[in-house]
């Protein structure tokens, strides 16, 4: 149970210390392997691999809920403004998911 709690903890301060820059920089990194034909799933998988601390909870948070059968975009729900995850839902069901992540990214 204190194990517990001081996960819980540890995952809300890393949420808190996931900069703007960092959203961007994550934002434009995942567009940029959509845009370059990685399928999302393995670009998440690349992108868990590659990065560590928030980054890396970030895209194992988008791929639990990709396994889910739920939309990417509730993984990213707590990382990012409302509005940009919003953004983000939209361009998945619209087929133009690289698209809403360049804006989501410009948006910051």
């Known amino acids: 149970m204190i194990q517990s ?5 540890e995952t809300h301060l890393e949420k808190l210390s996931f ?13 940029a392997l959509v845009e370059d ?4 799933k393995q670009a998440l998988e ?13 895209a194992e948070a988008m791929l639990t809920q990709l396994a889910a059968g739920k939309p990417v975009a509730e993984g990213m729900v707590n990382w990012f403004p409302p509005v ?12 133009v998911l690289e698209n809403a992540l360049r804006s989501a990214s ?3």
């Open 5 to 9: 709690y001081w996960q819980k903890l």
């Open 19 to 31: 900069s703007i820059k960092s959203q961007q920089a994550f934002l434009e990194d995942l567009a």
């Open 37 to 40: 034909g990685v399928p999302l």
């Open 46 to 58: 690349i992108y868990s691999k590659l990065n560590e601390g928030a980054e890396k909870h970030l």
């Open 84 to 95: 940009l995850v919003e953004v983000i839902r939209a361009g998945e069901e619209g087929g």
């Open 106 to 108: 410009k948006a910051l």
